[in-house]
């Protein structure tokens, strides 16, 4: 059984940071491209980052500069490091992996993934 698993998540004032993890079980990221995803309630799932099996980063615009996405596969884990947070980053995160589609940046920030974890709370105060 596939499990994903994030860690990492919590309470920061504006201007600090958080990192996430995103350890994988029954499953190894091996070449799969890793995405993160945002969620606030009443909303869609927002594209955070995604790195796909090239090694190639996407970001989404509200994050360019203060997000960095990064896979570790010795320890089958990725990664999302977040600095300079602000308030609007508040959102439940979650982590993705094996992209269903084909395409570029823009595809891979759309929340076309196979396996889901249960998300992580962030909650940046101002």
């Known amino acids: 059984q596939v499990q994903l698993v994030e860690s990492g998540g919590g309470s920061v004032q504006a201007g600090g940071s958080l990192t996430l993890s995103c350890a994988a079980s029954?499953?190894?990221?091996?070449?799969?491209?890793v995405a993160w995803f945002r969620q606030t309630p009443g909303k869609e799932h927002e594209g955070v980052a995604s790195?796909?099996?090239?090694?190639?980063?996407c970001y989404a615009d509200f994050v360019k500069g203060r997000f960095t996405i990064s896979k570790n596969n010795d320890k089958n884990t990725h990664i999302l490091e977040m600095n300079s947070l602000q308030p609007e980053d508040t959102a439940m995160y979650y982590c993705?992996?094996?992209?269903?589609?084909?395409?570029?940046?823009?595809?891979?920030?759309?929340?076309?993934?196979?396996?889901w974890g249960q998300g992580t709370q962030v909650t940046v105060s101002s």
């Open positions: 993705a992996s094996y992209f269903l589609n084909k395409g570029g940046c823009a595809e891979r920030l759309v929340p076309r993934y196979k396996y």
């Open positions: 029954g499953y190894t990221y091996g070449r799969d491209s």
């Open positions: 790195l796909d099996p090239h090694g190639m980063t």
